[in-house]
T-cell receptor, first 114, second 114 residues
Framework: GESVGLHLPTLSVQEGDNSIINCAYS??????FIWYKQESGKGPQFIIDIRSNMDKRQGQRVTVLLNKTVKHLSLQIAATQPGDSAVYFC?????????????FGTGTQLKVEL | KAGVTQTPRYLIKTRGQQVTLSCSPI?????VSWYQQTPGQGLQFLFE???????NKGNFPGRFSGRQFSNSRSEMNVSTLELGDSALYLC?????????????FGQGTRLTVV
């Protein structure tokens, strides 16, 4: 039968504007978080990560903010470009000690308008 | 430095058959984890292997299994395939020791069960 897809929130921005993508996580014990970008037909691409002992981390054109009090993550993309169009996922790692057990959010579709 | 390599890229199988997927991690990475991505359920964790041992496991039936070899390459097997197993199967590699670090994904294997 036909499968019902997850309803992805969509964020449309004009080229050159800043984008802010939000994510809520569930496990208050999570201490490591990652943002991924996924383009159609490709695997998720690592963008930036942050540990729970930080509340902000900056990369090239991207910034991640972590608010542990309300269990919220955001990804800010400066000067958004057409190549930034993709689905963005936040992920929390539910295990420590180097293990990898990521729980992903449902994703946000970012559309960059020229 | 080569990325994570998954083979094959595409597979078509019949219900009831079994399938084996392969993943070669980034050189030096000892952790390999597997994820299933579907429109209905999003990205879900299957299991993680580290030093040839399953270290973490998700909530999938026993038909889904895996293993890791001494060179860190990993295989995933699905037996008695069902239509609902149609998905993009992704593997991710990370260093795996000590602290949690970034996980890098391959392009995935697109499995279609007919």
């Amino acid at each position: 039968g036909e499968s019902v897809g997850l309803h992805l929130p969509t964020l449309s921005v004009q080229e050159g504007d800043n984008s802010i993508i939000n994510c809520a996580y569930s496990n208050s014990a999570s201490d490591y978080f990652i943002w991924y970008k996924q383009e159609s037909g490709k695997g998720p691409q690592f963008i930036i990560d942050i540990r729970s002992n930080m509340d902000k981390r900056q990369g090239q054109r991207v910034t991640v903010l972590l608010n542990k009090t309300v269990k919220h993550l955001s990804l800010q993309i400066a000067a958004t470009q057409p190549g930034d169009s993709a689905v963005y996922f936040c992920a929390e790692n539910g295990v420590t000690g180097g293990g990898n057990k990521l729980t992903f959010g449902t994703g946000t579709q970012l559309k960059v308008e020229l | 430095k080569a990325g994570v390599t998954q083979t094959p890229r595409y597979l078509i199988k019949t219900r009831g058959q079994q399938v084996t997927l392969s993943c070669s991690p980034i050189s030096g990475h000892r952790s390999v984890s597997w994820y299933q991505q579907t429109p209905g359920q999003g990205l879900q964790f299957l299991f993680e292997y580290f030093s040839e041992t399953q270290r973490n496991k998700g909530n999938f039936p026993g038909r889904f299994s895996g293993r890791q070899f001494s060179n860190s390459r990993s295989e995933m097997n699905v037996s008695t395939l069902e239509l609902g197993d149609s998905a993009l199967y992704l593997c991710a590699s990370s260093r795996g020791g000590g602290m949690n670090t970034e996980a890098f994904f391959g392009q995935g294997t697109r499995l279609t069960v007919v």
